[in-house]
């Protein structure tokens, strides 16, 4: 049981990257990015194809630069040649299929067999005992979420947040959206594009369907931390996409543990508690009125 306690927060922490990526578009931007998952995808591929050469380290950073471009492309779809942001994101998706299958060598798989990784080489040391992947996952996700709280309290972070707030006043402000949707979203799909480049030297293995319903899941752990923790500031929100992400995970463990509910059925539970999650704000609204509106009858039946 531990030990699929311990794998559960390991995943969790790789994971909450995603998270973090769609807190930066979907909630700051109020951009509904489906780059995610081909730029898993894509994170995986170069990481491990990178990693395969016998430069771990370097693959992280390959990986950064391929998601930015990913969600480079996606921004341009949008600002310069006016697609819509979710057909952006599709079209971005879909090319990025062949992408992950050139970087694979043309081969819907590749692995890591005796090369070295980032876990293995943290394991070589010694530091962290039997804890070291932990260690390196939840080392790298809390970097990460440092950076990114700074990031969003920079002058350019502020137009990015402003930008989502209100696009026409930014523009009236001098402050050019093109720019910020741009660097925003090369952000949030470099974030994406970590979380697949550490996945994959962890499982040491990439897989062109491996980024399958990602988006759903992130959105899923983004969900459950805000529901937890609020949205009140920006170093809240990126705690709560990384709580979201690791009770996801411990969730996952314990169904898969338990058999609850049927594996086979685990995409469709996320998918329902996503939708009811969004969908929270206009049921309560919806149940606050059904309970005014019966109020209002039974004082007027007396």
Not at 111 to 130: C, H, N, P, W
């Amino acid at each position: 049981m531990l030990y699929v306690m311990q794998t559960a927060l390991e995943l969790g922490f790789m994971y909450a990257l995603v998270a973090m990526a769609l807190f930066l578009s979907y909630r700051v931007l109020d951009i509904a990015d489906l780059t995610t998952d081909g730029g898993f995808v894509l994170g995986a591929a170069v990481s491990v194809t990178v990693a395969a050469m016998g430069h771990p380290f370097f693959a992280v950073f390959a990986a950064l630069l391929a998601g930015a471009a990913a969600g480079f492309v996606t921004a341009f779809l949008q600002t310069r040649l006016g697609v819509p942001s979710i057909l952006a994101g599709i079209v971005t998706n879909t090319g990025l299929y062949t992408v992950n299958l050139m970087v694979m060598g043309w081969s819907s798989n590749v692995s890591l067999l005796k090369q070295e990784t980032l876990f293995t080489m943290l394991r070589d040391t010694g530091v962290g005992g039997s804890w070291y992947k932990l260690l390196l996952a939840a080392g790298v996700t809390i970097v990460a979420g440092i950076l990114l709280v700074w990031f969003l309290g920079t002058r350019l972070g502020l137009s990015i947040r402003a930008t989502g707030d209100n696009r026409d006043m930014v523009k009236a402000s001098s402050i050019n959206p093109v720019f910020t949707i741009s660097v925003g979203l090369c952000v949030s799909n470099a974030l994406t594009a970590l979380s697949g480049a550490i996945v994959g030297q962890y499982q040491k293995s990439a897989d062109i369907n491996s980024g399958a319903g990602i988006v759903v899941i992130g959105l899923a752990c983004l969900i459950i931390g805000e529901t937890i923790f609020g949205r009140r500031s920006v170093g809240r929100n990126v705690i709560a996409a990384v709580a979201g992400s690791i009770v996801y995970r411990f969730l996952y463990a314990v169904i898969l543990k338990t058999s609850i509910v049927p594996i086979e059925c685990l995409k469709l539970m996320t998918a329902v508690v996503v939708a009811l999650a969004i969908a929270a704000p206009a049921l309560k609204e919806w149940s606050a009125f059904q309970k005014r509106k019966l109020a209002a009858r039974q004082k007027g039946g007396r």
